[in-house]
């Protein structure tokens, strides 16, 4: 079955650049480039990927359209603009003369002030996207899940993907509230969700397929199969996988599902919302 890596990331290590990369994290601080990936990517039969924006630099998304343009298997970029700047029209008409751009992200699980996506200003940036046939990129942990609700009530025509299924807290075994949040949020038909992410919101070391189980069925019941994307999160995955494990995951679950439902999950979504 063809599939497209639908959120994957590049980039040269920089400690001041990369500072969210603790020492815990090892295995990070190395340069991942697309010649790192291309034979990950063969192995699995991905036709191509969606490389997604690590650092919240316009430096980075040039460095990402770069190589993008280097490398037809990248076949778009989801990069970082500042939503709030007062200038934020004059950026995206300039990125905009790129095909390679399809959205826009902001990590907002970082920010310190959990209702920052509801600032006016923000709000309205992301509804500037719009103009741009542009997407955006929801990335938070399963707390933000009841202000993401009030977020997307006030985004119109710009298409939203919940990133890592919204980061549940897997290594604790809580399924609420997170599965009756992302239900909620799954009943506007404008969002859709990845299936990526979740070995490391899992118990890095031991984590169990078993585990995941009841997080896959709820996006799944959720969403259903018309919403939902697979990405491997590499090379963040190494944490707790490698490539192919993150993919052996959805092939595993996804195996009983009919042949349609299998291409939409692993390759029609992926093109369609970001118009691949």
């Known amino acids: 079955m063809k599939k497209i890596d639908a959120h994957q990331h590049f980039w040269q290590y920089n400690p001041e650049t990369h500072g969210w990369i603790s020492d815990e994290m090892a295995v990070l601080k190395r340069d991942f480039l697309p010649d790192d990936l291309i034979p990950l990517l063969e192995a699995k039969d991905c036709a191509g990927c969606v490389a997604v ?35 934020l029209t004059d950026t995206l008409e300039y990125l905009f003369t790129n095909p390679k751009l399809k959205g826009v992200r902001h990590v907002i699980q970082d920010e310190p002030e959990d209702n920052f ?25 399963e707390k933000h899940l009841p202000i993401a609700l009030s977020f997307i009530d006030q985004i119109s025509e710009v298409p939203i993907v919940v990133d890592h299924v919204a980061k549940p807290k897997i290594g604790k075994k809580e399924l609420q509230p997170w599965k009756h949040n992302i239900t909620a949020l799954a009943n506007n038909t404008s ?7 979740m070995v490391t919101e899992a118990n890095w070391l031991n984590w169990k397929y078993d585990s995941l189980l009841p997080y896959l069925d709820a996006v799944v019941e959720a969403f259903g199969t018309s919403r939902l994307m697979i990405g491997s999160d590499w090379p963040v995955c190494l944490l707790s996988s490698e490539y ?5 995951i959805v092939e595993r679950y996804f195996s009983s599902f009919t042949e349609e439902e299998q291409r939409q999950i692993f390759y029609q979504n ?7």
């Open 53 to 87: 924006q690590a650092s919240q630099t316009l430096a980075e998304t040039h460095f990402l359209l770069s190589l993008a343009a280097q490398n037809e298997f990248i076949l778009g970029v989801v990069g970082w603009v500042d939503l709030q700047d007062p200038q």
């Open 117 to 141: 996506m509801l600032q006016p200003d923000f709000i309205r940036g992301v509804n500037q996207l719009a103009k741009y046939n542009l997407t955006y990129d929801l990335l938070i942990f």
């Open 191 to 197: 969002v859709y969700c990845k299936v990526s992410g």
């Open 244 to 248: 192919a494990g993150v993919i052996d």
């Open 270 to 276: 992926a093109v369609d919302f970001y118009q691949l």
